[in-house]
């Protein structure tokens, strides 16, 4: 496509965005930096139209893009547009005002500063679980035959579970089981502690098994929980507050929302872009999500989706969405890692 035809479509995409009103070859003219007739404006937006990239609405002269249009739009301009250093420096700032002792906090945190700052909706899916190993197990008496099983991961996270056992444990009990949780669980990744390996080690608890079996199994039953993906929802109401989306879409969104995280799950590295008219389970039907990954020890391990009208300010949301994604990856990198990272850039300061 001649790069003047993508001009007069990225400018008719802007003034929709910016409008919400149909855009005539006259506003476009005005618009484009080079002199160029009304005629031939007019002649290239009824082909970006036959092409399927601008419609009309109703009877109105001017014309609005289609889901279409926004897509082309995006890969055409979006390379060009990045975050100015201010920008940068704000969302620095931001990050460096959260006060995470976890992972979860952390990418919960990032979440919500990443719907103020584009004032729309953010989904976040986060598996950063399954990168953990179990740092400690302990069991703590609570009254009569009740036993609170306490564990913790690497990535700080902690789950407790109330057990009630057939009969009191002695203190000798206690101790042997802690030790037995140290030496077989200690540094063991959530997605190894199977149902099939407590049953393969309760079997060398030797006399123990009978009265301890039951502190292994919930210890099975939280790791299973701890790894099950998080998907959470922030800044709904901008949804509501930008008068573009239907209220029972949005509600019946909100009672899903486990589905947003397919979406998350099927995106590339990258941005990715849906509209709704694209995908049928997406229920907001005038509505387009972007979505980006975050990783964790080079593998994904989660990400944000920006869900929005389709006349979202494109050139704002994604560069913002792409920053704080490669923010929380950084964050999430383990010393080893960052380590490596300093020495890569020290050695390129010395070659300078």
Known sequence: MEKRTLKILETVVDEYIRSGEPVGSKLVQEKLDTKVSSATI??????????????????????????????????????????????????????????????????????????????????TANETSRFSVISKVEVIPTGKRMYIILLITSGGSIKNRVCRLQFDLTHEQVQFFTKFAEENLTGMNLKNVSDEFIENISAAMGSYMMTLSPLMKGIAEMSAEMMQEQVDVQGESHLITCGQLQGHEIAAMLENKNRLSGFLNNAFSGINIMFGKEDETFVISNSSIITSTFEKDGQKAGGFGVIGPMRLDYKKIIPYLEYFSNKVTNLLKSEDENEELLLIEREAEENE
Do not use: W
């Open 42 to 123: 007019r002649n290239e937006m009824a082909m970006l139209e036959q092409l399927g990239y601008l419609e009309h609405p109703h009877t109105s002269a001017g014309r609005v893009p289609t889901f279409s249009g926004y897509r082309l739009y995006i890969e055409a301009f979006m390379p060009e547009h990045k975050l100015s250093e201010d920008q940068r420096a704000q969302i620095d700032k931001i990050f460096e005002k959260i006060d995470a002792d976890t992972d979860d906090e952390l990418i919960e945190e990032a979440g919500r500063a990443l719907a103020e700052i584009t004032k729309c909706a953010i989904v």
